[in-house]
């Protein structure tokens, strides 16, 4: 029986919501960390681009925190396929479709953007 938040449950259920905030972040993330290590090499940022760069590392921080929660490594390997190395789904269903089928690979993408947007729900950023 799941607990409501605040009564001793460590991290709040992620909604259907929660989960497609998570995704579209995750689909954003391969730009926001592109963007990270441009803003990283030149010399001086406008007011504008700092903001930008303050945002975005703390996004992509917060994702790879949450990322390092989630304990299964084939649900981490392949999520990391499909969103952190910017994959087409159907790509990932090629590269892990020899020992996985299709729904078992939709379900552990299922868990861990579960499980991610659980982490981002707790810091505030979904």
């Keep these: 029986m ?16 929660d989960k497609l905030a998570a995704k579209a972040l995750l ?11 441009n803003f990283e090499r030149k010399a001086s940022l406008t007011q504008q681009e700092e903001m930008l760069f303050k945002n975005l590392k703390y996004k992509v921080q917060e994702i790879d925190a949450a990322f390092e929660l989630i ?6 390997s392949i999520l990391k396929h ?16 020899a020992t996985n089928s299709t729904a078992t690979i939709n379900r552990r993408i299922d868990v861990g953007v579960e499980t991610i947007a659980e982490c981002l729900k707790l810091s505030g950023m979904i």
């Design 27 to 37: 689909s954003e993330y391969p730009k926001m960390r592109k963007a990270i290590l």
């Design 2 to 17: 799941a607990m409501v938040w605040g009564q001793g449950e460590l991290f709040p259920r992620a909604n259907k919501l």
């Design 82 to 97: 499909r969103y952190f190395t910017a994959r087409k789904h159907h790509l990932t269903l090629e590269t892990f479709g």
């Design 71 to 76: 304990l299964d490594d084939d649900v981490k």
